[in-house]
């Protein structure tokens, strides 16, 4: 059996070429909204081990050592809670349904509150709905720039998160320019008030800019993991399906 690591500092595979990150399929308009890996350059955790076990007949397999908290990826209820559901347990429409995309035009580092929604997005959201949320303020997510000076981004927190409960969201997505993470205070109650009611998070989305209507279709499957707290996906929006 022949194997070799793919870790980050060995060389990459270089891709022939990379598909495009929109498509159109007759009317519809289909952008994927997922950040594309990299081990080689990833911050978390990402190595392949790429081997043969059919010898003179090629069968490569690849095991993947990756966090679950890896690119784009879908945070669930039991990342904040021991008694709360693991990706598994969420039904599969939890991942799919109407998106409504909005970015806020708010000053540096404001914190985004329920009337902030209200006036933005209050007419629009319906229950089931996944919200995608960002700002003009942006910075690569997870790298040194987080919570530095530099960084401006707009931040969450208990009044956000209780209107989006209120309005019985079920995904709240993120842009470059809104943070999750700026500290406890904000950090803990946008977690224990959503996920406590089953609602899913959505970080490190690219390619927003290529949506061209603020309402879409998308999906974002997670695998049904029992136990897995979170996991990297492919999300896509579909634009011009009659329903959304």
Known sequence: MSEYSWT???PSRIPKKMPPREYMMGNLHVVDLTKVLDPNTETRRCRLWRFNTGGAIPDFHTIMDLTSHLGTHCECPYHHDENWASVAELPLTN??????YETLDLPENHQITGADLEAAIGSRVQPGDTVILDSPHKIPPFTPATNGPDDHRLVVGADSAQW???????CVGFGDGVSIEDGEANVKPFHDILMAVNCTFL???QNLELL???TFFISFAPLPIIGLDSCPVRVYAIEGLGEF
């Open 212 to 214: 061209r209507t603020d």
């Open 95 to 100: 991942f799919m349904g109407r998106a409504i």
């Open 164 to 170: 989006l409960a209120d309005h019985g969201v079920k």
């Open 203 to 205: 970080e490190v989305l």
């Open 8 to 10: 980050a500092g060995s």
